[in-house]
């Protein structure tokens, strides 16, 4: 099933114009990530010394990385979204500032500073491989994205090692990462398979069908098995929520997320009685004063440097982020409190939010329930990462030990989240409009920018200007703008 | 003409006194750029739009409803310790003892100063090398009821009742929460609690807490129609200047630590005969009781109370005849044990328990009380008595055995008598309005009782403090201790006729209430007289 799509109707140069707005918005990521480098200028984190062109690099390399998805983009004549690109590239611009700003590109650790260039490579294969509907053959055989899974899993246990109360394999690489790809790839899958047979419920009291959801429960007991034996409550709670987000969005029954928020409540009590590290963590949220020097330490510390950050924070590269342990990955948006103050953290999660309503604005436009399926389930995984790590550290939450997607350090977690974007990226060139032939609703073309910029090519249509974007006949969910060509 | 690399210049702008204006120009475009970033992301949204939906807007926008509501939780709950931290006294006190961070706001955090009711600094915030510490005049005079504030050993006294008022965080008004509104947005690095007016009075403190010199005890004087409190003082203190951590070793056996005002339970001895002789006259006693020499029990297995002219007498290698008939007005006067171990048997026990519970026994009081912190203190106690132990009944008649009272207690007994028989809730805080705790007796009552009490002084027990310059009334108690030496007391207010300052003196050990308690009453009721505290 092949969408039929008419992507060499579309020349370089209707590619091009088509991309502007995203054009604009990765400039002003460019501006911006620039600005931050230039603040941490003679800040460098390894003591006093005079600013080296080497740390300029990193702002140079994020101005590169962005034309070259935004060419890529292009010449690939992607017509997706372009909204989500800009939030993406925000967040991870300002994920390398940080970095560099705790010295952490340069260390190793994981991938080191190849993290984010190989991330950028993950990010765009994958789009390319899955673009023009390609994600669906995805679908085909859920149960490999699912042995995959369980495979990675036992591998971990039998080689990781211990450390900070989890298990890592060789290098602190964590492949479990991998699982919020593989198994969101999985249930969207087969939710999308045995659709009709989940949304049939029967009784007198609403149950769920048992048929086509005991394979998936005896999967997620064995999966639920193996994550807390490697301590790895958080990224249980991820798949977990994940899975009952899916049921419910594949099957339009809330009951799902009845009886998971039931089941939630049993299991998190199971989990709490069962690992003191669980209850530990537990009992620093509810009292951190009863142990500050102990089990509340680092919350506190991170909690300390953001009251000291206030609202405007103490500039870039001003503060003391080496006193709180792990700053560099579990704890980023305590630095972001401290540095760039309670204004700074609010700009952060207004540009995830954006991120996550795109999301499931590009999923809720899908043509195929698998594509929706995967969107939600990307979606869905990233948002729940981003909020249980805000909300531990900011003591909202017990703490769970997750990063932050797209800004912490963490090599695999990085990976991971530049190919959900690529995935996520793909599904969003699939919507109803696309398949049409010719011109493209969204594409109002780009505008003349000023005086300066180069005439527009001769022969066109009278073009909306930035003050209005919306010309009339131009409607953006209307007819398409007459493109004389 | 020298070409310069842009590199170089750029090291010159940062190694020059410019750079930290040029950074916050830095920091201000950033924000200002993410700022249009979003604006550009708003104004393209009709250019970016996808396609209608193929499936149910409304469930969308709800969902992105719901994310943008939980993260808003988030960041609400984010700026509670971030911005308000103020608010969090705890926190404060982990941000002064364990954060490194040279330039937190809380090292520098300039707790408001505690005044008395004229305006006398008792405890302020100075700074030195760049950390804020708090400064006690008066030393050890009001180490108790002010207590200290200190990251290491945490609060005590007012300062902790009130931590987070004095920290700045419980604003009262509209103007507190401009101030703390525009610290915040300003990012001071002083940020200022807010002061606290207490309704103690410094010098008379001082006063207190000089004559009673090394003795251990406690003083406590409030005004009885507003239940300000004037005096509240502990002997031995220690320094709050100098915390340190051999102070909380326990070593000490003197207990400096404890507010023996607040906390100290002590038999009340015969100041508690103002509780029995209140039971009575309530019950309509009148007529007499006849005290012979050689003392009353209820059984003869028990030693028989006797009245302390006995022992004296015995001492002296004379005998003593006895009171003979007494009356309750004389008995009282001179306190006579055997008439009023007499007098409490007469009645049962729920009689008993009834009365001394009217007097606000077995309960808490509360001096400082606010959404952020309360301080609350016990009252006397009792012990439940079988109904058959009329000994025991006996003995917590004359204030002995089963009956403990606090300083505080005490002096609030005094201060219902002088406030026609109603006592005030004490306060602590000048801004507190006055309000009455509970009516402990009678109008008619608490009037036989001032009289009685004045008696006390002028012909009584109490008559070596009768001075001529002002009327005093009160009464003396001499309580037996296990531990040794009898405790000394003496309750009472001033002037007799028109009271306006009760008070209760406890000298630990100190003998007879008239030698040692007695006399610290006098001199205090007569500064707070010459102060003019006693209009």
């Known amino acids: 099933m092949s969408p039929p799509h008419a992507p060499h109707a579309l020349n370089l140069r209707d590619a091009w114009d088509r991309r502007w707005p995203e054009r604009q918005l990765l400039a002003l990521c460019t501006l911006a990530i620039t600005l931050g480098f230039l603040m941490t200028l003679g800040e460098s984190p390894t003591g006093e010394q005079a600013p080296s062109a080497g740390e300029l690099l990193p702002a140079l390399l994020y101005a ?19 909204m989500l690109v800009g939030a993406a590239a925000f967040l991870f611009g300002f994920g390398l500032l940080a970095q560099h700003r705790l010295g952490a ?70 492949p479990t990462e991998l699982l919020k790809l593989t198994l969101v790839v999985f249930l969207a899958g087969y939710i999308h398979r045995h659709q009709q047979a989940l949304g049939t419920w029967t009784g007198p009291v609403p149950l769920p069908p048992l048929g086509p959801l005991w394979p998936l429960a005896a999967f997620w007991l064995v999966l639920g098995g193996l994550l807390l034996l490697q301590r790895d409550i958080g990224m249980f709670l991820i798949l977990s929520l ?87 990955s579990d704890f980023i948006y305590a630095v972001i409190g401290e540095e760039l103050g309670f204004l700074g953290c609010t700009l952060v999660v207004i540009l995830f939010l954006i991120l996550f309503a795109r999301g499931l604005s590009i999923a809720w436009r899908s043509r195929s329930s698998f594509g929706f399926l995967l969107g939600v389930g990307l979606t869905s995984v990233i948002a729940t990462q981003t909020f249980l790590n805000l909300g531990g550290v900011t003591a909202f939450i017990p703490l769970t030990g997750l990063t932050l997607p797209l800004i912490s350090h963490g090599g695999s977690s990085l990976l991971t989240a530049f190919a959900m974007l690529g995935l996520i990226l793909a599904i969003s060139e699939d919507h109803p409009a696309a398949a049409q032939p010719g011109p493209t609703p969204p594409a109002a073309p780009r505008p003349r920018k000023g005086p300066a910029r180069s005439a527009p090519p001769k022969g066109s249509a009278p073009r909306p200007t930035r003050r209005r974007p919306r010309p009339a006949g131009a409607g953006p969910t209307g007819g398409p703008p007459p493109a004389a060509r | 003409m020298p070409s310069t690399h842009p590199l170089e210049v750029l090291n010159a702008l940062v190694g020059s006194d410019a750079w930290p204006i040029l950074r916050l120009g830095l920091q201000v475009g950033f924000f200002l750029v993410v700022v249009l970033l979003l604006k550009r992301m708003l104004d393209l949204r009709p250019l970016t739009r996808l396609p209608q939906p193929s499936r149910p807007d409304r469930v969308y926008r709800g969902l992105v409803v719901f994310l943008a509501v939980l993260f808003a939780a988030l960041l609400l709950h984010q700026a509670s310790w ?12 982990f941000m002064q003892l364990h954060d490194r961070r040279q330039f937190n706001p809380a090292h520098r955090l300039q707790r408001g100063r505690i005044l008395d009711h004229r305006g006398t600094v008792l405890a302020e915030s100075q700074e030195a090398l760049g950390r804020a510490y708090r400064h006690y005049p008066y030393g050890r005079a009001f180490a108790h009821v002010v207590g200290y504030q200190d990251p290491k050993f945490g609060t005590t006294g007012v300062e902790d009742a009130a931590s987070v008022h004095l920290n700045g965080g419980a604003p009262a008004s509209l103007r507190g929460w401009g101030e703390l509104g525009r610290q915040i947005l300003i990012q001071d690095p002083r940020p200022r609690g807010q002061d606290l007016v207490l309704t103690l009075d410094a010098e008379l403190q001082q006063a207190a807490f000089e004559l009673m010199g090394e003795r251990r005890g406690a003083v406590v004087l409030l005004h009885p129609q507003t239940g300000a409190l004037r005096v509240l003082l502990s002997t031995p203190a220690f320094d709050p200047n100098r915390i340190g951590p051999e102070l909380f070793r326990g070593a000490d056996p003197s207990t400096p630590l404890l507010n023996r005002a607040t906390q100290g339970l002590y038999p009340p001895g015969s100041t508690f005969k103002v509780v029995l002789a209140a039971q009575a006259l309530d019950a309509g006693f009148s007529g007499t009781l006849h005290c012979p020499a050689e003392g009353f029990t209820t059984s003869s297995r028990y030693k028989k109370i006797r009245d302390h002219e006995y022992y004296t007498a015995r001492e002296g290698g004379g005998t003593w005849k006895g009171f003979g008939d007494l009356d309750l007005g004389t008995a009282f006067a001179k306190s006579s044990n055997v008439f009023f171990a007499q007098l409490g048997v007469r009645y049962p026990h729920d009689a008993f328990y009834r009365n001394a519970e009217r007097f606000y026994f077995n309960r808490r009081l509360t001096l400082y009380e606010s959404p952020y912190g309360r301080w609350s203190v016990p009252t006397g106690s009792l012990t439940a008595l079988e109904d058959s132990d009329q000994y025991g009944l006996a003995q917590m008649s004359i204030g002995q055995g089963g009956v403990l009272a606090t300083p505080l207690h005490l002096a609030l007994i005094a201060a219902a008598v002088a406030n026609q028989g109603v006592a005030m809730q004490p306060r602590l805080v000048e801004a507190d309005p006055p309000t009455s705790l509970a009516r402990f007796m009678p109008a008619a009552t608490a009037a036989r009782l001032t009289e009685m009490m004045r008696r006390v002084v002028t012909e009584g027990t109490g008559r070596t403090i009768n001075a001529k310059q002002l009327a005093i009334a009160g009464k003396t108690g001499t309580a037996e201790n296990a531990q040794g030496e009898a405790h000394s007391w003496f309750i009472g207010f001033a002037p007799a006729d028109k009271p306006t300052l009760a008070m209760a003196v406890l000298v630990e050990g100190g003998g007879w209430g008239s030698r040692a308690a007695a006399p610290i009453a006098r001199e205090l009721a007569l500064r707070a007289q010459a102060r003019g505290m006693l209009q």
């Open chain 1, 64 to 82: 590169l990385s962005l034309a070259a998805i935004h060419l890529t983009l292009v010449a690939c004549r992607f017509r997706g979204d372009q």
């Open chain 1, 105 to 174: 590109t340069d260390a190793g650790g994981g991938l080191g500073g190849y993290a984010f260039p190989l991330g950028i490579a993950v990010l765009l294969i994958t789009l390319v491989g899955f673009m023009r509907g390609r994600y669906q053959r995805l679908a085909a055989v859920p149960w490999l994205w699912a042995g995959l899974s369980l495979g990675l899993l036992a591998v971990l246990l039998i080689l990781g090692q211990r450390f900070r109360g989890g298990v890592y394999a060789p290098g602190l690489i964590t």
């Open chain 1, 242 to 328: 994940t899975l009952v987000v899916l049921l419910a969005a594949g099957t339009g029954r809330i009951g799902y997320l009845v009886y998971g928020v039931v089941a939630a409540g049993g299991l998190g009590y199971l989990v709490l009685y069962l690992f003191a590290h669980g209850q530990r963590r537990l009992q620093a949220w509810q009292d951190p004063f009863a142990d500050p020097t102990g089990a509340s330490w680092q919350i506190l510390q991170g909690l300390s440097g953001m009251y000291s950050g206030g609202l405007w924070g103490q500039g870039f590269g001003q503060g003391n982020p080496e006193y709180t342990p792990i700053a560099e």
């Open chain 2, 82 to 93: 971030q911005l308000t931290g103020v608010l969090r006294p705890e926190f404060v006190n």
